[in-house]
């Protein structure tokens, strides 16, 4: 069984700085790609950024420049550094992982999501 664990989420002022953190446990062989999406209430879920095993990465258009997404492929695990952060960040930050190979299976994984709030 593979569980993502998420880490990092609270409450800052507009214009701070939070770090994310999201590990991946089990029989894992290897993960495809990792990333996050979010969902403020009343919105659909939106992907705010990707990393794939390679390094190669994407970023929602909102978020680009203020946010960097990193990943320890050895220890199976995505950080999302969100810097300049905005009252419209608000939301809870969900990491997924895509393609998670384990014995006998090919699976996506969702961690149970970390609230973020921006307000001041």
């Known amino acids: 069984q593979v569980q993502l664990v998420e880490s990092g989420g609270g409450l800052v002022q507009p214009g701070g700085s939070l770090r994310l953190s999201c590990a991946a446990s089990g029989s894992i062989f290897s993960i495809n790609a990792m990333g996050w999406y979010r969902q403020a209430p009343g919105k659909q879920r939106e992907l705010v950024a990707g990393i794939i095993m390679g390094g190669g990465t994407n970023y929602a258009d909102s978020v680009k420049g203020r946010f960097t997404i990193s990943r320890d492929n050895a220890k199976n695990t995505v950080y999302l550094q969100m810097n300049r952060l905005k009252p419209d960040d608000t939301a809870v930050y969900y990491c997924?992982?895509?393609?998670?190979?384990?014995?006998?299976?090919?699976?996506?994984?969702w961690g149970q999501g970390t609230q973020v709030t921006v307000s001041s």
């Open positions: 997924i992982a895509d393609r998670v190979r384990t014995r006998g299976s090919v699976n996506d994984y």
